[in-house]
């Protein structure tokens, strides 16, 4: 969408290797969500995020709410990462109402 | 591990007919949330509820009612279906009153209406 912008719309990696995604906001994002849906259709979730970093394994991500944006970094990329990663920001807190971007489209090949 | 379920996962209706999407979930979670994604793009809000008895409008309301009817279930109503509801339909929970807000989504349903 237009107030979640995400980029690159596609990425293609080889195994081991790193990469980033990046969301843009042109709405006043209080906290991020970082999901990965996978070629099955379900959303698994990735980061919930205030201004900050979190790290899980070859996952981390950062939220500045200042600058709009939130980065995804990839580590040593596998081929089970493949899928779509998607970014929502809410932007009224404690309402949980999430907008999302359009998306990531990750393909790891060995 | 959030739980959330959907039914039905796969639904076939025909124009004007009358669509019913039923999410339950066991997390004692108050906030649900109703969403639909299109191919290619991500998902966008429909009606959301913070609790048994209350439905709020989201993003893309129109065509679509909501009802909770408890703290577990959460339904989406489509009175008149339309081929252009034709999508995939994903339900949430959220805790609310700590210090995350994270969303936890069912499989989705997958709507086709002819």
């Known amino acids: 969408g237009d107030k979640v912008k995400q980029s690159p719309s596609a990425l293609s990696l080889q195994e081991g290797t790193n990469s980033a995604l990046r969301c843009n906001f042109s709405i006043a994002a209080t906290t991020v969500q970082w999901f990965l849906q996978n070629p099955r259709g379900s959303l698994m979730n990735l980061f919930y995020l205030v201004p900050g970093t979190k790290e899980n ?3 981390k991500s950062a939220f500045d709410s200042k600058e709009s944006y939130s980065t995804l970094h990839i580590r040593d990329a596998q081929l089970e990462d493949s899928g779509t990663y998607f970014c929502a920001a809410e932007a009224s807190t404690n309402t949980g109402k999430l907008t999302f971007g359009d998306g990531t489209v990750l393909t790891v090949k060995p | 591990e959030a739980a959330v379920t959907q039914s039905p996962r796969n639904k076939v209706a025909v124009t004007g007919g009358k669509v019913t999407l039923s999410c339950n979930q066991t997390n004692n979670h108050n906030n649900m949330y109703w969403y639909r994604q299109d191919t290619g793009h991500g998902l ?7 609790g048994a008895g209350s439905t709020e409008k989201g993003d893309i309301p129109d065509g679509y009612k909501a009802s909770r009817p408890s ?3 959460f339904s989406l109503i489509l009175e008149l279906a339309t081929p252009s509801q034709t999508s995939v ?3 949430a929970s959220a ?3 700590g210090l995350s807000y ?9 709507l086709t209406v002819l």
């Open chain 1, 57 to 59: 394994g070859r996952l």
């Open chain 2, 44 to 50: 966008r809000l429909i009606h959301y509820s913070y």
């Open chain 2, 71 to 73: 703290q577990e279930n």
């Open chain 2, 89 to 91: 339909y994903f339900c």
């Open chain 2, 95 to 97: 805790p609310t009153g």
């Open chain 2, 102 to 110: 994270e969303q936890y989504f069912g499989p989705g349903t997958r």
